[in-house]
């Protein structure tokens, strides 16, 4: 186990699992501490947002830190305890109760092995009935224990990563933004909501194909997932004007091929190449290239973000539409 404090810079960290200790720290009684004592056996990332000592406090660093490792995290925690001592002039677990209900509209989250937000709320916690009555029609489980809350957050630890297909994010480009007519209001808009995105729905464990015109390579460091790159037409492209930038895109990425052959989950092959056009007849492909004008052919699935809501395909979502394509679309589908 590894502890992530406030007192450092945040960075990224794809090694290893990470929970984040979401919860009230004015007023409530150390349960961090008990989290990580119970977590210490584990080989993990603990995040933990209370500062022992108040020394060299800043409070646009402590909001920039739990930011990125929330948004970064494979397990958020929320443990809502009882009030231990009485803070005057602040309402208990007032900020937690605020990031509760920011998540509460991310419980897409909670359907997904690999990123998980686990609730937990002692009895006689003011307001418990009512958050309990809005999880009933999510997939979010409000837990009445810290016992039961803890062994919900090591059985999320423990699922395995997940696998996921996207293309064309063309970080930094306007002309993508404005060909491609993208619904952003300038390109930091589109960055930023691509990126946020991208890690709404991928965890850090999670392995990431990305099928060629990233974008600019800087991008990646604020992506989850072990990030692997199929050239596209724009990086080719720029390895032919300047051979040193495949070098570049080797240090930043898992990988780098022209295209790939790998086994998904059903057991079957599955063909990655930049273009359509280069897909492999003799199997079931994935492609990008196209910007969403064909969302299925014949022979594959576009998993570009503009035909997926701007955001990574997972892989079941890919199986689907294999599915779909080779038993059930007809020729009113490709005609």
């Not at 419980?107 to 997904?112: E, G, K, P």
Request: with cysteine.
């Amino acid at each position: 186990m590894m502890l992530l404090t406030p007192d450092s810079a945040p960075q990224r960290h794809d090694d290893k699992k990470l929970v984040f200790l979401a919860g009230p720290i004015m007023g409530a009684e150390n349960w961090q501490q008990r989290a990580i004592a119970d977590l210490a056996d584990l080989d993990i990332y603990i995040a933990n947002p209370r500062r022992e000592k108040s020394d060299n406090f800043n409070y646009d660093r402590q909001v920039e830190w739990e930011t990125f490792y929330l948004s970064r995290a494979d397990v958020v925690m929320f443990w809502l305890p009882l009030e231990a001592q009485h803070v005057e002039g602040r309402s208990y677990a007032q900020t937690s109760r605020f990031e509760l209900g920011e998540w509460l509209g991310r419980t897409d989250f909670n359907r997904r092995a690999g990123k998980a937000v686990v609730i937990g709320i002692e009895d006689g916690f003011p307001g418990k009935s009512y958050v309990c009555k809005r999880c009933e029609n999510s997939p979010c489980r409000v837990f009445d224990s810290y016992r039961q809350t803890m062994a919900e957050v090591r059985r999320r630890l423990e699922s395995r990563g997940r696998v996921f297909f996207t293309s064309d994010t063309h970080f930094g480009s306007e002309r993508t933004l404005v060909l491609s007519r993208r619904p952003f209001a300038s390109v930091r808009d589109m960055d930023w909501s691509l990126t946020a995105n991208w890690n709404r729905a991928v965890a850090p464990e999670d392995t990431v194909w990305h099928l060629g015109d990233f974008g600019a390579p800087e991008f990646a460091m604020h992506l989850n997932g072990h990030i692997h790159l199929i050239l596209g037409n724009y990086e080719s492209d720029e390895i032919k004007r300047n051979p040193a930038y495949l070098e570049e895109l080797k240090r930043t990425f898992v990988s780098v091929d022209l295209s790939r052959v790998i086994t998904t989950s059903d057991g079957e092959p599955l063909h990655l190449s930049h273009k359509p056009s280069g897909a492999d007849p003799q199997m079931f492909n994935a492609f990008g290239h196209i910007h969403g004008r064909q969302k299925c052919k014949r022979f594959g699935c576009d998993v570009g973000v503009d035909a997926n809501h701007f955001a990574p395909l997972a892989e079941e979502d890919l199986l689907f539409y294999k599915n779909a394509v080779i038993r059930h679309y007809d020729e009113e589908v490709f005609c």
